[in-house]
């Protein structure tokens, strides 16, 4: 079952970002460190200022994917994905192709005309999947995170919806 978290998810939106920081800290330029130190009204926020969708397995949450309108109104059109994260045992099952296809619908219907997103340039398995649903490369980060004295770049994408 794939829904859209409310304020209400808080806690199970907390989690499951929090395990995605700690298992991939290359994969995100949030830190667990740093998000684990968000008070709950941070937490609600968030859930209050974007659109996160979550994939439940046997009423257990194990994926997510978020997007952010921009505000400003010249590029109100535009949005930006985060939080993409699928736990293992849900992968390669057409689970995240899912709740792409369930955000990139809603932001379409929100007014949205593009999405946007980075995703580590070393990270393929993701790639290839926003590549199969619709996203582009359109060029490069260099250095774009820098984790234990290591740089890892960035490839920026986008789909027009």
Same mark, same amino acid.
């Given at each position: 079952?794939?829904? @859209?978290?409310?304020? =209400?998810?808080?806690?199970?939106?907390?989690?499951?970002?929090?395990?995605? @920081?700690?298992?991939?800290?290359?994969?995100?330029?949030?830190?667990?460190?740093?998000?684990?130190? &968000?008070?709950?009204?941070?937490?609600?926020?968030? !859930?209050?200022?974007?659109?996160?969708?979550?994939?439940? =397995? %046997? %009423?257990?949450?194990?994926?997510?994917?978020? *997007?952010?309108?921009?505000?400003?109104?010249?590029? #109100?059109?535009?949005?930006?994905? *985060?939080?993409?994260? @699928?736990?293992?045992?849900?992968?390669?099952?057409?689970?995240?192709? #899912? @709740?792409?296809?369930?955000?990139?619908?809603?932001? &379409?219907?929100?007014?949205?005309?593009? !999405?946007?997103?980075?995703?580590?340039?070393?990270?393929?398995?993701?790639?290839?999947?926003?590549?199969? %649903?619709?996203?582009?490369? *359109?060029?490069?980060?260099?250095?774009? !995170?820098? +984790?234990?004295?290591? *740089?890892?770049?960035?490839?920026?994408? +986008?789909?027009? !919806?």
């Amino acid at each position: 079952m794939i829904r @859209l978290l409310t304020q =209400d998810d808080f806690t199970i939106w907390k989690a499951i970002r929090l395990e995605a @920081l700690k298992e991939h800290p290359q994969a995100f330029s949030g830190s667990y460190e740093e998000e684990s130190l &968000r008070s709950d009204e941070e937490w609600k926020k968030r !859930l209050k200022d974007s659109c996160v969708f979550a994939y439940f =397995d %046997n %009423n257990k949450i194990a994926g997510v994917v978020g *997007y952010y309108p921009h505000q400003v109104k010249k590029d #109100a059109h535009r949005a930006e994905v *985060y939080t993409t994260y @699928l736990q293992s045992n849900s992968r390669n099952k057409g689970v995240m192709s #899912a @709740l792409i296809q369930a955000l990139a619908e809603h932001a &379409r219907k929100s007014g949205i005309e593009q !999405l946007e997103l980075d995703v580590t340039a070393h990270l393929s398995e993701a790639k290839k999947c926003y590549e199969r %649903n619709g996203f582009t490369v *359109y060029g490069t980060k260099p250095r774009t !995170l820098k +984790i234990a004295g290591k *740089y890892y770049d960035t490839l920026m994408m +986008i789909k027009y !919806l």
